[in-house]
């Protein structure tokens, strides 16, 4: 649906408006209420992540009620609540069985075994920050997410720097979250903006892959490197983390591309330093071991989708609109590695069973009831007309400003909510429908999913956890934190749209 249907209320007020900008400008306010409900709710009212999901909840009903954009029908709640609840398995699944990889890798005493390989580098200040920041960081997040790494970052950093360098280096490692939880938010994204997977993260690899490159160097501005071969060393990092991540995207698959493009980096770290005794036997702790178990049965799977026949085709849950590929989630390889860490590593004091899927659930619940809220208010917009309406303003400003609008929305939509999923859940549909209207979809749909994922690691929730790992918290953490982060989300948002109008140019330019 678009302004020149005059079948709509919406409609018939464009076509008797003599000023279609005001009118357009008016409606567009209208579709983004919920998501100014949610900067509001969180940021003036202090509500918290599910008090402002319903909240945007309840306008996208009122907006649907008033039928503004077209004419309101019961049908209307059912598609979208069918919608809702596939997306939801397709995420909820991960996010529950991520949490249970990682409550299985705290107990087996992996932050120990961690820490004991640190100790055994022997390596330089700037070269131990882009250790702990991009390599360590950067996999454990993609393994995770929702800012866990932040839980082992944090005490490794506080060892190596100052608190102030700590927090900052903790949030530069956080800054890949396009690529964190096993790329979750990008299976999503590629669902809601119709494209394959594959594409999707091609696309968003453009988009992300400068911020990623100037990770090292900026821990190397964060640690004051003086010398020249530390500078080379950060390029090299940024290098070979952007070559990583694009080559595992390309032939194994989005869902560890970060996690490969984190653990070359560890690589590289490690190829730096001395192999004494001590990093020997520290690398050899069974207590390692969920990581590359992780990682191996990642692996197994995907060779198992492409290699192994099944009988009757792929197990799929599916709408109209959406789908969920059962065999191809991430879900089953976290589920898989924990059960397969719980078998062989030996826990520590308390063990596996005690308490286990309890304290996974009460960990998971708030944030899975949240995303099923946003999924709601997204997909009654979309069924609303809301959706469409803004897409179709935002193809009137022109490819140029339409693209820069995108990656804002996105990442304001990942500040207040702080989840690039949930910023996918309410804004990928328009982003990617502006795309389609403008003959770019696939860049449009990937400058909203790294405008989210980037100003993710600035939201409210990430910033609390982060002052959370710190011991004997401070009057000042939080200030800085704040400032911090706001500063970085800032400055890769900047680099988003710098690309986008880049590739916008190129294709702009391009014969045919």
Same mark, same amino acid.
């Given at each position: ?15 008797q ?21 949610v900067?509001?709710?969180v ?10 999901g319903?909240s ?11 039928s ?20 939801q398995?397709?995420?909820?699944v991960?996010i529950?069985s ?8 705290r ?5 120990s ?9 022997g ?8 250790l ?11 393994l995770?997410g929702?800012?866990?790494s932040?839980?082992?970052?944090v ?5 190596v720097v ?66 020249a071969?530390?500078?080379?060393f ?15 995207s ?14 070359v980096?560890?690589?590289?770290c ?7 005794p001590?990093?020997?036997k ?17 692996v197994a ?5 492409h ?7 792929p ?8 789908s969920?590929?059962?065999?191809a989630?991430?879900?089953?390889a ?8 719980i ?15 309890g !304290?996974?659930?009460?960990?998971s619940?708030r ?29 009137q ?9 995108v ?6 939509g990942?500040y207040?909510?702080?989840? $690039?999923?949930t910023? !996918? ?18 860049l ?8 989210g $994922? ?13 002052i ?5 918290r ?12 706001l ?22 330019s391009?014969?045919?």
């Amino acid at each position: 649906m678009g302004y020149d249907d005059v079948t709509s209320p919406l409609g018939r007020r464009f076509a008797q408006a003599p000023h279609w900008l005001v009118t357009a400008a008016v409606s567009a306010l209208v579709a983004l209420l919920p998501c100014a409900t949610v900067v509001a709710a969180v940021l003036v009212f202090r509500m918290s992540i599910l008090g402002a999901g319903a909240s945007a909840l309840g306008v996208a009903l009122a907006i649907w009620l008033s039928s503004l954009f077209s004419p309101s029908e019961v049908g209307h709640l059912g598609r979208a609540a069918q919608d809702a609840l596939v997306l939801q398995l397709l995420v909820g699944v991960v996010i529950y069985s991520g949490l249970l990889f990682v409550e299985v890798s705290r107990r087996s005493g992996t932050l120990s075994a961690i820490l004991e390989v640190i100790a055994s580098t022997g390596l330089n200040t700037t070269r131990l920050v882009i250790l702990i920041a991009v390599g360590i960081g950067v996999t454990v997040e993609s393994l995770t997410g929702y800012g866990v790494s932040l839980l082992i970052t944090v005490p490794l950093l506080l060892r190596v720097v100052s608190r102030t360098r700590a927090i900052v280096a903790a949030l530069i490692g956080m800054s890949l979250m396009p690529w964190g939880a096993l790329s979750v938010a990008a299976l999503l994204g590629a669902e809601l903006a119709g494209l394959t997977v594959p594409v999707l993260a091609q696309s968003y690899l453009t988009t992300s892959g400068p911020v990623a490159f100037l990770l090292p160097v900026l821990c190397a501005v964060v640690t004051g490197g003086n010398r020249a071969a530390d500078w080379m060393f950060a390029l090299a990092a940024g290098a070979i983390l952007v070559a990583g991540i694009g080559l595992t995207s390309s032939f194994i698959g989005v869902e560890v591309a970060g996690v490969v493009g984190g653990a070359v980096v560890i690589l590289l770290c490690f190829c730096s330093t001395s192999w004494t005794p001590a990093l020997r036997k520290a690398l050899r702790a069974r207590a390692l071991w969920p990581y590359p178990i992780l990682l191996g049965v990642i692996v197994a799977q995907k060779l198992g989708l492409h290699t192994l026949p099944f009988p009757g085709g792929p197990i799929t849950i599916a709408t109209a609109r959406v789908s969920f590929d059962v065999l191809a989630s991430p879900a089953l390889a976290l589920i898989g590695a924990s059960l397969l860490s719980i078998k062989l590593i030996p826990p520590e004091a308390g063990g596996y069973t005690e308490r286990l899927l309890g !304290n996974v659930s009460s960990r998971s619940w708030r944030a899975l009831v949240s995303v099923l809220l946003f999924l709601l208010t997204a997909r009654l917009l979309v069924e609303s007309g809301a959706v469409a309406a803004l897409a179709g303003l935002l193809s009137q400003l022109g490819p140029s400003l339409a693209g820069a609008t995108v990656a804002v929305l996105g990442g304001v939509g990942a500040y207040v909510t702080g989840s $690039g999923v949930t910023s !996918n859940a309410l804004f990928m549909p328009s982003a990617a429908e502006t795309g389609a209207s403008l003959g770019l979809a696939p860049l449009f749909a990937a400058l909203q999913q790294s405008g989210g $994922g980037h100003a993710a690691m600035a939201s409210l929730p990430v910033i609390a956890l982060l002052i959370a790992a710190l011991p004997s918290r401070e009057d000042s953490d939080e200030p800085l934190a704040v400032k911090v982060g706001l500063g970085l989300a800032i400055l890769w948002i900047i680099l988003v749209i710098a690309s986008g109008q880049l590739q916008i140019a190129m294709a702009s330019s391009a014969p045919g």
